[in-house]
């Protein structure tokens, strides 16, 4: 039985070599492309992905990423440290032949992060919505292509991170003032920008949200393949949902090791709680290991190098746990 376990995204530090040494020593079998958020605006995940898009350009501001009429420096600087970050992946994986993910800010979480030019979100108004969605796709086309083009035996795995989601959906996202809230964006216009932004890619799909309440009935219906979520955070109340994906086909990137510097428990006890999940859902123990895969719970920007390394090689022994010990 294969162990199934990978990373989030992010990683400390500023050095792209030695990241993606990490990420694919840690994980032979589904390596990823690293992030490195410490070296600044525009290696920061919503800066990388403001980079990725098409006709559509941000620079900094005190408050975040805005808006711009053509590219600067800040455009730039995003889309050098991606070459960078790609050119040291595609020298650890020369000859590589499985699967492998790339990670891109979903376009609700990018809406409410990227200010229009009176300083409001994106997220207020629709148009710019469809715009940002429609640039994104268009901008990950080129960049999954790049990436197929460097790692030719690659079976890329499309990870969206949208962690405001859950805030898009309720109503809670707050607006410059910081006084309101913007208003809820219906349910059925957050799924079908979702489903024509999966369609983009003819591979398996992720969406990761580190927050309280991920909708996995609406990504499922979305067409997403697999949901990425900070374990600890799951609920017995989403129980039902998340049997009704995992029965539809959806995996589960389950992630049960802290992102940030903590006590490690023996890895089969990392895994302890999935095993729990699933004699709840009343679903079979041998289906765990397929449709499961172990990630930290978050990214890793926020841990220190050594803990980095050691919670990525723990994930991958947890998985093992998992696979030889699905009860």
Same mark, same amino acid.
């Given at each position: ?85 790609l050119d040291a992946l595609e ?65 890329? $795995? ?6 405001? %989601?859950? @805030? +898009?959906?309720? !109503?809670? /996202?707050?607006?410059? &003032? ?10 059925? $216009? ?6 024509? %932004?999966? @369609? +983009?890619?003819? !591979?398996? /799909?992720?969406?990761? &949200? ?33 049997g009704e994906a995992v029965e ?80």
């Open positions: 039985m294969t162990a199934n376990a990978t990373g989030v995204g992010s990683l400390p530090g500023g050095d792209a070599r030695e990241a993606a040494k990490t990420a694919t020593g840690s994980f032979e079998d589904f390596p990823y492309l690293p992030e490195l958020p410490a070296r600044g605006p525009g290696a920061d995940m919503i800066g990388r992905s403001l980079g990725l898009l098409v006709d559509l350009y941000a620079h900094v501001e005190p408050s975040g990423w805005r808006v711009s009429d053509r590219p600067g420096r800040d455009t730039r600087r995003a889309r050098s440290w991606l070459g960078e970050d020298e650890f994986t020369q000859g590589y032949e499985g699967r492998l993910k790339v990670q891109a800010v979903g376009p609700w979480t990018l809406a409410a992060a990227l200010e229009l030019h009176g300083g409001e979100a994106a997220l207020q108004d629709p148009g710019a919505c469809r715009d940002l969605a429609a640039s994104l796709a268009e901008g990950l086309h080129g960049h999954l292509a790049d990436v197929r083009r460097r790692i030719p035996g690659a079976e890329i $795995v499309l990870q969206f991170d949208e962690p405001s %989601l859950t @805030a +898009v959906l309720t !109503g809670r /996202v707050r607006t410059a &003032s910081g006084y309101r809230t913007y208003r809820a964006v219906d349910r059925q $216009v957050v799924e079908g920008t979702l489903r024509e %932004l999966f @369609a +983009v890619h003819d !591979g398996d /799909v992720v969406v990761h &949200s580190c927050a309280p309440g991920v909708p996995f009935d609406l990504l499922r219906r979305a067409g997403a393949n697999a949901v990425s979520f900070d374990f600890s955070l799951l609920t017995e109340r989403e129980d039902e949902a998340v539809s086909g959806v995996r589960l990137f389950a992630g049960v090791v802290p992102g940030t510097d903590a006590p490690l428990s023996d890895p089969g006890g990392s895994v302890m709680g999935v095993r729990k999940l699933w004699r709840r859902l009343g679903l079979a123990p041998g289906t765990l290991a397929e449709s499961v895969t172990v990630t930290p719970s978050c990214g890793l920007a926020g841990a220190s190098p050594a803990y980095a390394r050691a919670v990525q090689a723990h994930c991958a022994r947890a998985a093992r746990s998992l696979a030889d010990n699905p009860e």
